[in-house]
């Protein structure tokens, strides 16, 4: 079935740095969204995209986090600075409407911030 | 508030039987959908089977099927003759109608299941 794909897989950098992760949704979809996972809990929400705009956030979505969409390329989500505690593996998601869509997940960038 | 739980953290059973696992939400809102996605080990998400709120019948899609108790606000995933791939942690989750696509994760649970 359409995938989402997230480049890169893996990623270390160095705390204060910026960092940012790339996601191409699958092509027909509208609402996009960053999930964070920290090693053995479930997923939260940060943050949900659509027409342009962040639609809604989380707690967890500081303001060191943006997200964008230029020209219907990839979705980014750009951290700056990075903090240790953003270690964590970041899942896109992308979905024709909302409600009673179903989500397409990507296979996660797994960021380490030392 | 908006919550989905579930308490078991980990199942181990036999290949070939059956496999119940539990999730129990907490919503105001009276329409919402209902989600069972795994985890396999290298991380992926799949998505396995959905079910309306306002829909009566289980949802059934292969061996995966719900057992939805809504005045109890339970979705329980129940697995027949399991097999050893689908050893992996399985997450329940909601949305409600307004929230704009926003899931709510429960907290895993983890099946192995043994040959």
């Known amino acids: 079935g359409p995938k989402v794909l997230q480049i890169p897989s893996h990623q270390i950098i160095d705390m204060g740095q910026m960092v940012t992760l790339n996601c191409d949704p699958v092509?027909?979809?509208?609402?996009f969204y960053w999930y964070k996972q920290i090693l053995g809990q479930q997923m939260e929400f940060l943050v949900n995209f659509y027409n342009g705009k962040v639609m809604e956030k989380s707690k967890l979505f500081k303001d060191q986090f943006s997200v964008e969409r230029p020209d219907g390329s990839y979705f980014t989500l750009k951290i700056q600075p990075t903090a240790l505690e953003d270690s964590a593996v970041y899942f896109c998601a992308s979905s024709l409407g909302v409600s009673n869509s179903d989500y397409t997940f990507g296979s996660g960038t797994r960021l380490l911030v030392i | 508030a908006q919550k989905v739980t579930q308490t078991q953290t980990s199942i181990s059973v036999m290949e070939k039987t059956t496999v119940t696992m539990d999730c129990v939400y907490e919503?105001?809102?009276?329409?919402?959908?209902l989600f069972w996605y795994k985890q396999t080990a290298s991380g992926e998400i799949v998505f396995l089977i959905r079910q309306d709120s306002y829909k009566k019948e289980n949802a059934t899609v292969g061996h995966y099927s719900l057992n939805f108790q809504k005045p109890k606000s339970s979705i329980g995933l129940i697995i027949t003759a399991t097999q050893i791939e689908d050893s992996a942690v399985y997450f329940c989750?909601?949305?409600?109608?307004?929230?704009?696509?926003?899931?709510?994760f429960g907290q895993g649970t983890k099946l192995s299941i043994k040959p």
């Open positions: 092509s027909n979809h509208l609402y």
């Open positions: 989750a909601m949305r409600v109608n307004y929230n704009q696509g926003k899931l709510i």
């Open positions: 919503t105001q809102d009276s329409s919402y959908f």
